[in-house]
């Protein structure tokens, strides 16, 4: 089993800025790849990031390359999301995922075990 617990959302307006934590506990932090999905209202969810656990690879989803980026601190078992440059359509909630069989840094959601409860982000124009 794997808990994860997102925190750092909040409301913001257009072009500012925010750092999400995903804290996660129940496995070795260091051995199994994460990834920031989000979801809109009304909308599916969508894949935004995922880092590697060992070389610490990292994948972005064309939306959001330039202006978010992942990072992990495996002594923390922690995972950051640092959003930069934020916009209207950025506004969602955003959720952090384990994948313990470590599938690949894939942006389907299928391949994730294990998902945290959300933290909305919201940008004002």
């Known amino acids: 089993q794997v808990q994860l617990v997102e925190s750092g959302g909040g409301l913001v307006q257009a072009g500012g800025s925010l750092r999400l934590s995903c804290a996660a506990s129940?496995?070795?932090?260091?051995?199994?790849?994460m990834a920031w999905f989000r979801q809109a209202p009304g909308k599916d969810r969508e894949f935004v990031a995922a880092?590697?656990?060992?070389?610490?690879?990292?994948t972005y989803a064309d939306s959001v390359k330039g202006r978010f980026t992942i990072s992990r601190d495996n002594a923390k078992n922690t995972v950051y999301l640092q959003v930069n440059s934020l916009k209207p359509e950025d506004t969602a909630v955003y959720y952090c995922a384990a994948d313990i069989q470590n599938s690949g840094l894939s942006g389907s959601d299928k391949a994730y075990d294990y998902w945290g409860q959300g933290t909305q982000v919201t940008v004002s124009s």
């Open positions: 129940g496995r070795t932090f260091s051995r199994y790849n």
């Open positions: 880092i590697s656990h060992y070389t610490l690879t990292t």
